[in-house]
């Protein structure tokens, strides 16, 4: 693996503390993503593997350890630091959703834009060519109650992708699915993972898991293995 | 971005149509009565401010103390402006202003009966820079026999003020040319129809004043303009010095004891000085002032506390698009300007809607304050300004606690489904609705106070009867008309159903005339200033007071004619007589003894004690005519007077009305004060229930899941609407306890006002706490019911 990293954590640690209980969530995690990865996180309930997927996206700031982001240590970086981070070089995607219900599909998709100051007629632009990605152009006047789930994470998928991130981080994103939709939407990440975008997912569905390279399973906030997937390499080998 | 905060926030107004129109009506509600109030207050705080020279013009009033009491008069005697510009040449103008009597003016065939009426020197436009529509203020007074009229005025004669410069109005004893037209424009304590010239008055009076130089003959108002308005403070210091040098002396020559001092009163406090008798007009009520500005602010806040309440309720709702935002990159401080944005528009729409509230209710408001605003009052360059300082008060202050509390979500806590927050700090929410039910209950309070003492001061016995008695007003002036009084009472007399007539100089609520007597006591005479009646024999009958001691004025002692006086207990108990009938009491050229003793009656309202009073004997009064019906068939009764006055008086209008009515017309600023309570103890509790409606709404959504689980465990929808109902009634109740004391106070502080009160009777508690408390319930209760009546399987799915 000579390839440039795009995330490195050394010893990462994350604890909740409450009234009474202290409870740790990640306890010392050392983990390597380089560019263009497609890493999928995998593990029980309350293992951590949202916290970590948390932390990489800088929604959540570590306890402990260290951890760099494109070579640049991040680790105490400040609320403002994280946010222009997130809004240049992160996109996320949550097993609910997460669209704004008062705002339109193509109002939702345009969002991160316009809190990247990117001009009307550009915003315009990228917005219908996400739109077209993701086969949801004809609905871009909706509101999102108004589509079907699959629609929605489509949406939340272009909303996702629409500022070019370098990083899209997947929480879930089939868990609210039907079968058929599901395997649409793991079709179009690995869309994007082949145009070049790194992709870090977590998931329950170990046929989700299968579009990954790489497969890291969690347990009681430790990586416990961490696998090459044999059959995505071996494709890539044929 | 901006387009973006825009639609999300509009869309929210429409998505959650409720909420909306709590927020934005309770605000529109409030806004309006700002905007009424804050009409009132400039209005009220513009009088005099129209003269150029406002700040230069100060009045000279007196205060003149005897026996120990201070008596304060706005008038001052007609020797004190000659004095004053002879020795201050800081004085640019002296002018003195001289109430004249009601009078009937003729013009062609009109004719009306006009007050506010003052005859002015020719200094006097000097001063007062009143706007000419016609004429030449420098010189419209400087000839006996001109006046100078209003626009009202001009327009009522002549039709326009164009057409009075040189027409004559004819009065019953002299007739005046118009000189001039000024503008009714702007308020002012000298509230005038018309300014006649008093060069007039002094050379046709010049035999009366027969003493020029006497002190105590308080008849005009005299105003000063000063070269500089430092030289205020100065000059009232150097008139200590002025009654040392010229009144002491002539109060030592006259044997009076009494001592003298001046008082400078700044134009523009004049209005709001209460402290005055005589004064030129009724001055204004700095008090309703405050009270008004209070409500003012209470409303406002009460309608922000309510958007702050539901924005912070629900902030669950909004939690979401918080965390997405924060999660595609938006700063904190985006989102807090996303959020009071958001709360700038709701107040800007609903400081539209009570702009046009406001305009509907104009005319309802002018009736209620007696002024007169238009209704393109939001023109005016003040108001927009209010209207701004009250947007971004609102915005900012009510947007801003929400807005910190939404943008502190983080994406991790509020984006997963199941891991909601709940809405906001609900401590500070329970404390803002006691807030605003204390307020709520404090004007309730009120309210039922002042209603109560109406009621005591309507309903007491005022030692006099004063229904059913019909009072002419007697033009002045025309002596044919007075010396055919006997013949007008016989054929009054005529008719069954009316029992006597009387009439006299002084009633019940109009001015008394003050006379300075030297009264027998302890052997010894006492010098001192009494009220008094000049009355016929009828008077005491007509007016059904209860004589105490001695007898009524009678035709059969011819003595009786500035021989006899009747006075009042309280004048007996001043005196303090063992035996009054027979005591000598001196005064003008009368020397009388007393002849009777009255039961003490209510000549002033109930907000001042019974002091003393003498009741004098001249037949040939001619004030007022009063006449005492029975209570059968009034409405003949009165038309066979009007029928009969007018045979007699074909000359002048004739004015009539009812002692009752007259006498109640002193609570009119207090019927005024229960008028606007009432309204705004309504309009808050209107806008805190609204709030509460909203909060009750939220907490029935919020609890639904445990609401289901209560039911399937057996709870009955009764004690589901209770346990809803309990959490706001504990804070009604807390409310009730803060409000009442502050209550007790401020309205015990304004019983003080009247001599004759009520009791805070505990009732007045009792019930306003209950009215608070059954609607607060009532609001609630709706929610509770429509909550406790829910599938409970549906309930536990919900979340």
Known sequence: MNKELLIETKQLQKKYVTDTVETTALAGVDLRIAKGEFVAIMGPS????????????????????????????????????????????????????????????????ALPLAYLGVSKAETEKRVTEAMERMGIAHRRNHFPQQLSGGQ??????????????????????????????????????????????TVVMVTHSPSDAEYAHRIVNLFDGQIVTENLNVRKHAAELL | MLQNYFKVALRNLYRNKVYSAINIAGLALGVASCILIFLYVQDELSYDSQFSDADRIVRVAGEIEHDGQTNKFALSAPTLAPFLLKDYPELEHVTQLLPANKQTIWYKDRSFNEDKLLFADSAFFEVFDYKFLAGNPATALDQPRTIVVSEQMAQKYFGSPDKALGEVLKFSRDSYRVTGVFTDEGNSHIQANAFLARSTFDTQQQDVLTDNNHWFMLSRYTYVLLRDEAQIAPFQEKLKTFAATHITPWLKENDLQASVKFVLQPLRSIHFNTEYTEDISTPGNISYIYIFSVVAVFLLLIASINYMNLATARSAKRAREVGLRKVVGAYRSQIIGQFIGESLLITLLAVILALALAQILVPTFNSLTDKQFNSNFFLQKEVIVVLLAIILFIGAVAGSYPAIFL??????????????????????????????????????????????????????????????????????????????????????????????????????????????????????????????????????DVMGIDLKEGRNFSKEFKTDLKGGLIVNEAAVKKMQWKNPIGKRIQMADWDAKVIGVVKDFHVKSLHSKVEPLILALTPESSGYLLVRMKPQDMPATIAFVQEKWQAFDTKHPMEYFFMDEYFDKQYRAEEKMLTVFGYFAGLTIFIACLGLFGLASFTAQQRTKEIGIRKVLGSSTTSIVLLLSRDFAVLVMVAILIAIPIAWYGMDKWLQDFAYRTNLSWWIFAVAGLAAMSIALLTVSFQAIKAAMLDPIKAIRTQ
Do not use: W
Not at chain 1, 171 to 195: C, F, I, K, Q
């Open chain 1, 46 to 109: 309350g293992c951590g593997k949202s916290t970590l997927l948390n932390i990489l996206g800088l929604l959540d700031s570590p306890s402990g350890g260290m951890f760099k982001f494109q070579g640049e240590d991040i680790t105490h970086a400040s609320e403002r630091q994280r946010a222009k981070i997130r809004k240049h070089n992160l996109g996320f995607v949550f097993q609910s959703f997460n669209l704004i219900d008062e705002l339109t599909v193509e109002e939702n998709i």
């Open chain 1, 152 to 197: 929605q994470q489509r949406a939340a998928i272009a909303r996702a992708t629409v500022s070019s991130p370098s990083l899209i981080l997947a929480d879930e994103p089939t868990g609210n699915l039907d079968s058929v939709h599901g395997r649409e939407v793991m079709a179009l990440l690995t869309e994007l993972n082949e145009a070049g975008t």
């Open chain 2, 407 to 540: 943008s502190r979500f983080k994406p991790v806590d509020v984006l997963k489904a199941d891991k909601a927050p709940r809405g906001g700090n609900a401590a500070l929410r329970r404390s803002l609705v006691v807030i605003q039910f204390t307020i709520s209950l404090i004007l309730i309070i009120g309210t039922l106070v002042v209603f109560s003492q109406m009621r005591f001061l309507k309903n007491r016995d005022l030692g006099f009867n004063k229904e059913q008695v019909l009072i002419i007003d007697i033009p002045t002036g025309d002596s044919t008309l007075v010396n055919q009084l006997p013949s007008i009472k016989q054929e009054l007399l005529r008719n069954p159903n009316i029992e006597h007539v009387s009439n006299s100089l002084n009633i019940p609520a109009g001015d008394l005339s003050t006379i300075l007597v030297y009264a027998e006591k302890d052997g010894g005479t006492l010098q001192n200033a009494m009220n008094a009646m000049f009355v016929d024999y009828d008077f005491v």
